[in-house]
């Protein structure tokens, strides 16, 4: 399996990576690539790399446990347990549940990469993206008030109680989330393209739920990862488990997720169900995948955030056998690009679709600094489902796809992340 890391890395312009794979209670890992190019450290199995994203499962179990413990019910409103949560329309603050926050279907914005002193007062700036429960639309914001959920609930801080209620359950103590304990450990930091390295070393502590703090090596990575094909081992009860791999939104694009479940994704890799999670932030990239049906666990985390998701893919295809397939783009011309075009937003971006001549296309705007794209040819998949020409997704092939209410799209979904329409 090193042999196999180590080529995948190299081919993709990695710098550090592991993998780890259990299968029948037997676990295989390697690692391979340096942990910090400026001090020439080597990555070991037992280095520590920052996860991203794949945070939100951990906050996701953590939420499923106070379920367990009949604390928290999936379907009642979250105001009822933070009374200060605001959200820029009434009706949704009032109707807006665990349930929605965990299957990313909120309509709550993904919100901003910084470090307020108050994550939730920022909120109510935010325009929702549709009322809870109406769609889907990949949210940091809503996992950092699922985190807030949990504080309220255990009379914990997240990181505390995700160490008491999770990580020691499963001896898992190569998981981390305060940066105060990193001097006594090995740690990776992330990697550019070009090999330098990346600074600062995360953006925020307030994100921490969301996957901004927390480091993992793959085998512990993997190791959380059993509890979902071994009945929750202890921390869930095994209906608790059995719910959270329950899809309960459909995505509009496919090569992001095929559907939402309770905190992991579903995807369909060559016919065969697969869940997990993927994340990427400063310092690393990390994907954990299972296979209900064989029982397989496979992590892989690497700093290279670049890379990290064309590289899980390829290990995941390797060891698994088969990988996601879609269609591919036969023409540029889009029949009728009249349902598309307009103006879309989200907090961060904004999206000006057009079409000239047939051919449908996106400029993209960053809210911030003001700067334009040049424009995108979107490459006809399927009904309202697009390729664009040029990737926007930073490297991952996502699609972008759009919801279609009464023959006018309301929204557009790029990869997992949506905006609604304004003009």
């Not at 995505?251 to 016919?271: E, I, K, V």
């Not at 349902?339 to 051919?359: I, M, N, S």
């Not at 399927?382 to 699609?399: A, I, K, M, T, V």
């Amino acid at each position: 399996m090193e042999e196999m890391l180590t080529e995948a890395a190299r081919r993709m312009g990695v710098t550090g990576a592991q993998v780890a794979v259990l299968a029948d209670g037997e676990l295989c890992e390697a690692a391979t690539g340096v942990a910090n190019a400026e001090l020439g450290l080597p990555m070991d199995p037992r280095t520590l790399i920052q996860i991203g994203s794949t945070t939100k499962l951990h906050t996701a179990v953590l939420a499923m446990t106070l379920v367990d413990d009949g604390l928290l019910d999936l379907d009642e409103p979250v105001v009822r347990h933070l009374p200060e949560l605001r959200l820029s329309d009434g009706a949704a603050t009032a109707s807006v549940t665990a349930r929605h926050l965990l299957s990313m279907s909120s309509g709550i914005d993904n919100g901003h990469y910084d470090d307020p002193a108050d994550y939730l007062a920022t909120l109510a700036g935010m325009e929702m993206l549709f009322a809870p429960g109406d769609g889907y639309s990949y949210s940091n914001a809503s996992t950092v008030v699922s985190g807030a959920l949990v504080a309220r609930l255990t009379g914990a801080s997240w990181d505390e109680a995700l160490r008491r209620r999770v990580f020691e359950p499963l001896g898992l103590r190569e998981c981390l989330t305060l940066w105060e304990e990193l001097p006594y450990h090995r740690v990776a930091v992330g990697h550019a393209p070009d090999g330098s390295v990346v600074r600062p070393w995360t953006f925020s502590r307030a994100s921490g739920p969301a996957g901004s703090t927390l480091c993992s090596t793959a085998a512990d990575l993997a190791r959380f990862g059993e509890l979902f094909v071994r009945a929750g081992a202890g921390v869930l009860s095994a209906e608790a488990c059995a719910a959270m791999q329950v899809p309960q939104v459909s995505l509009p694009t496919r090569r992001f997720a095929d559907s939402w479940c309770l905190g992991p994704y579903q995807r369909d890799f060559g016919g065969t169900t697969v869940l997990g999670h993927s994340g990427t932030n400063l310092g690393g990239s990390s994907t954990l995948l299972w296979v209900p049906s064989t029982g397989v666990v496979v992590a892989v985390v690497c700093n290279s955030p670049h890379a990290g998701y064309p590289l899980a893919v390829a290990v995941a295809a390797e060891v698994l056998g088969a990988r996601p397939a879609d269609v591919e783009p036969v023409t540029r011309l889009t029949a009728d690009a009249g349902p598309y075009e307009g103006r879309y937003a989200a907090c961060d971006l904004r999206y000006e679709v057009t079409a000239v001549d047939g051919v449908l296309t996106v400029t993209l705007e960053d809210v911030a600094s003001g700067a334009l794209s040049p424009p995108v040819a979107l490459l006809p998949l399927d009904e309202h489902r697009f390729l664009p020409e040029q990737d926007l997704s930073g490297g991952r092939g996502w699609d972008l796809a759009f919801v279609v209410r009464d023959g006018r799209a309301v929204r557009l979904v790029s990869g997992g992340f949506a905006a609604r329409r304004v003009v």
